[in-house]
């Protein structure tokens, strides 16, 4: 046994260890960092979606007490016992459900534990309007119940 021998033994190992000069496996590449994308918040569809019949109907028969954007302050309001309600406030109409605004809607203010002085209005307007004006007022206060 000369150096030479253990020298061509010794780099043969290697060689064979090294995986016969294959390219050593590779990691597989580290999945990309997580990236937190808000949900988008696209409110669920309607069954009873707004439409311009809706907006004019609030225009013609809420608006006087209400106000032409739902603030509360129509023309009417300042002779009114108690205010109209703000169909922009959140925080009051996320307690009301569907329901309820519906029936306050149809059957007047007492119906729901509410001033009479919200008329009802189920004798003028049918339950499909009634349904569309639900949806305006969440579209006014942008809100749904909680
Ligand atoms: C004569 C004035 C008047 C008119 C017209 C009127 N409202 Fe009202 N409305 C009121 C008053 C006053 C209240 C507040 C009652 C309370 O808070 O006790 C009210 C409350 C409401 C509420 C909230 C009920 C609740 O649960 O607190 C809704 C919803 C509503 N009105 C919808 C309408 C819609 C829709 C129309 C048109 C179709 C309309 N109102 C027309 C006076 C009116």
Not at 77 to 83: E, K, Q
Not at 109 to 119: F, K, Q, T
């Amino acid at each position: 046994m000369n150096r030479a021998y253990w020298l061509i033994t010794g780099i043969l190992l290697m060689t064979i260890l090294n995986g016969c000069g294959q390219e050593p496996e590779k990691e597989p590449p580290a999945p990309p960092p997580e990236v937190s994308v808000p949900p988008v918040q696209t409110p669920a569809p309607r069954a009873h979606p707004v439409t311009q019949e809706t907006r004019d109907t609030y225009q013609f028969y809420c608006a006087q007490c209400h106000g032409t954007e739902g603030h509360g302050n129509g023309i009417n309001a300042p002779h009114l016992t108690v205010p109209p309600r703000d169909h922009t406030k959140a925080d009051y109409l996320e307690t009301r459900t569907d329901e309820q605004l519906f029936t306050a809607i149809q059957q007047g203010g007492l119906s729901v534990g509410r001033a009479p002085c919200m008329p009802s209005w189920g004798a003028t307007l049918n339950e499909n309007t009634i349904h569309s004006l639900v949806s305006y007022i969440r579209e006014l206060c942008q809100c749904e119940a909680l």
